[in-house]
């Protein structure tokens, strides 16, 4: 009894202790902190307190279960389970879309699903296409060249026709030398990123074709578009640039436009943009794919068209594949130009040189022009005639200049969505070619275009259509927009 009793007041004698040494230590003035008037003792103790306990947990391994390899049901279990991201986003149900092939040679006259259509779907603008100069041409050399190049132009790439060729581009537009490519669209797409580089200012019509979009995307300079074939919209922005930006005179700067819109069918203003040009000092890339053969008095494009001299453009590039009934594309200018794309273009340094045959073929049709240029006149009075067939049509204007072989056709009163104005205008398509064996195409565009104009119905008048096939054709999409829209 006496031990126990002794036993409960040592332990008693030895908290008492403790508690008052824990007491003394917390009343200390260095642990004491005041908060909003009160008193807080022992503040430090807990800090390093808890201190010692974040030590104490940051040095313990973290649990990790212990490894075993999977078995191999496992392994199938898992890989019947895994699903693979698609390649590509799923696609909606306006994109699921077969345009009718063409079984026959794409001339004003041709063949699709088993039946012959007049045909206003492809850019034969002065009706070369099967031309018999230009396929005797073309089968002489493939009996002496062969079919292709097999290399790049600065790679044992380069044969003499192609140097025929190039000269016989610049002695026809009347420029020092020109630089072929082998494909129309890397033209743009190479040569604007050849000269205009990150940091750089391109201001760029709204409604220029993919092919330059995707140029501008590559030269990573700064793009700011102007309205669609607006000199106004041009002038302002031209003058916005020039206030705003105190660095412009270190800065390349570039105006892109097109000669005659693919997007619209509109022609460019291109002497009010040069009086542009030499105000707030930038330099012209034009690209004149639809207007060479087509505009000017002996087709050689927008300069001629309005008089201009050629000098005044910095840089023309052209796709052969339209009035020229061949393929490949060109840019013509000064020799420094020139040269400094056969270093720094990429689609001219690093793709196969053009088919010798496809370059004999533009030489030919260069001849024919120059030595036929009734076919232009007989191309304007073709488009002369097509307008006055579609005058009054129902439910849609045309949108297109009245010298353009791209006669545009776009809704009077659009649905307020693309896609619901797109699928009328396909009905007209789909209509005319059933029941009328009559060939036209939306302008219905990729993903990958940006141009926001309004879609529409675009024809290609031909040098080679008869007036019956463009009265045909007027008919025709009178009465089928008739049925489709009604009588707006």
């Known amino acids: 009894m006496?031990?126990?009793?002794?036993?409960?007041?040592?332990?008693?004698?030895?908290?008492?202790?403790?508690?008052?040494?824990?007491?003394?230590?917390?009343?200390?003035?260095?642990?004491?902190?005041?908060?909003?008037?009160?008193?807080?003792?022992?503040?430090?103790?807990?800090?390093?307190?808890?201190?010692?306990?974040?030590?104490?947990l940051l040095s313990q391994k973290s649990y990790k279960p212990p490894k075993r390899p999977l078995t191999n049901k496992e392994i199938d279990e898992l890989c019947d389970e895994w699903v693979p991201e698609p390649l590509i986003p799923s696609l909606n149900k306006e994109f699921h879309y077969e345009p009718p092939a063409i079984e026959s040679s794409a001339e004003p006259h041709t063949i699709v699903n088993g039946k012959e259509v007049v045909n206003f779907t492809s850019a034969n603008y002065l009706g070369l296409l099967g031309h018999k100069k230009l396929l005797e041409a073309c089968t002489a050399s493939l009996d002496k060249y062969g079919v292709g190049s097999c290399g790049p132009r600065g790679f044992y790439g380069t044969i003499d026709v192609h140097l025929d060729c190039e000269a016989r581009i610049a002695k026809f537009l009347g420029t020092p030398e020109s630089i072929l490519y082998s494909y129309g669209l890397s033209t743009m797409f190479s040569a604007i990123p050849a000269f205009s580089k990150k940091g750089d200012i391109i201001v760029a019509d709204e409604g220029v074709h993919w092919g330059i979009q995707?140029?501008?995307?590559?030269?990573?300079?700064?793009?700011?578009?102007?309205?669609?074939?607006?000199?106004?919209?041009?002038?302002?922005?031209?003058?916005?640039?020039?206030?705003?930006?105190?660095?412009?005179?270190?800065?390349?700067?570039?105006?892109?436009?097109?000669?005659?819109?693919?997007?619209?069918?509109?022609?460019?203003?291109?002497?009010?943009?040069?009086?542009?040009?030499?105000?707030?000092?930038?330099?012209?890339?034009?690209?004149?794919?639809?207007s060479i053969g087509v505009l000017g008095s002996s087709g050689r494009g927008l300069t001629e068209h309005y008089g201009v001299p050629i000098e005044k453009i910095d840089l023309v590039t052209a796709d052969m594949g339209r009035a020229l009934a061949t393929e490949g594309g060109f840019c013509t200018g000064n020799t420094r130009v020139i040269d400094h794309q056969r270093l720094s273009s990429s689609g001219y340094v690093f793709s196969a040189s053009l088919p010798p045959y496809l370059a004999t073929a533009a030489i030919s049709a260069f001849d024919i022009l120059e030595k036929d240029p009734?076919?232009?006149?007989?191309?304007?009075?073709?488009?002369?005639?097509?307008?006055?067939?579609?005058?009054?049509?129902?439910?849609?204007?045309?949108?297109?200049?009245?010298?353009?072989?791209?006669?545009?056709?776009?809704?009077?009163?659009?649905?307020?969505?693309?896609q619901e104005d797109l699928r009328l205008l396909e009905s007209i398509a789909e209509i005319a070619l059933r029941e009328d064996s009559v060939f036209v195409v939306t302008s219905k565009r990729s993903t990958l275009d940006k141009c926001r104009l309004p879609v529409g119905i675009r024809l290609h008048v031909s040098a080679g259509h008869s007036e019956s096939d463009l009265r045909k054709a007027s008919e025709s999409l009178k009465r089928v927009a008739k049925q489709v829209l009604g009588g707006s």
């Open 2 to 56: 006496e031990v126990s009793t002794m036993m409960s007041s040592t332990v008693q004698n030895l908290m008492n202790v403790t508690f008052d040494w824990l007491n003394s230590t917390l009343d200390a003035p260095s642990v004491r902190a005041v908060v909003f008037g009160f008193n807080i003792r022992g503040h430090l103790f807990i800090e390093v307190f808890l201190l010692v306990v974040i030590l104490f």
């Open 214 to 290: 995707n140029g501008l995307y590559l030269s990573r300079s700064t793009v700011v578009y102007f309205k669609h074939n607006d000199i106004n919209s041009l002038r302002q922005t031209l003058e916005k640039i020039a206030t705003q930006n105190k660095r412009l005179k270190k800065l390349r700067r570039y105006i892109v436009i097109e000669a005659l819109y693919q997007n619209s069918g509109q022609i460019a203003p291109l002497d009010e943009i040069i009086k542009l040009k030499e105000k707030y000092r930038f330099r012209i890339l034009l690209d004149e794919s639809n």
């Open 374 to 418: 009734k076919l232009i006149k007989k191309l304007k009075n073709n488009i002369s005639v097509l307008w006055k067939g579609l005058s009054g049509i129902s439910g849609l204007t045309i949108a297109s200049n009245q010298e353009s072989p791209i006669v545009y056709l776009k809704l009077k009163k659009s649905t307020g969505s693309t």
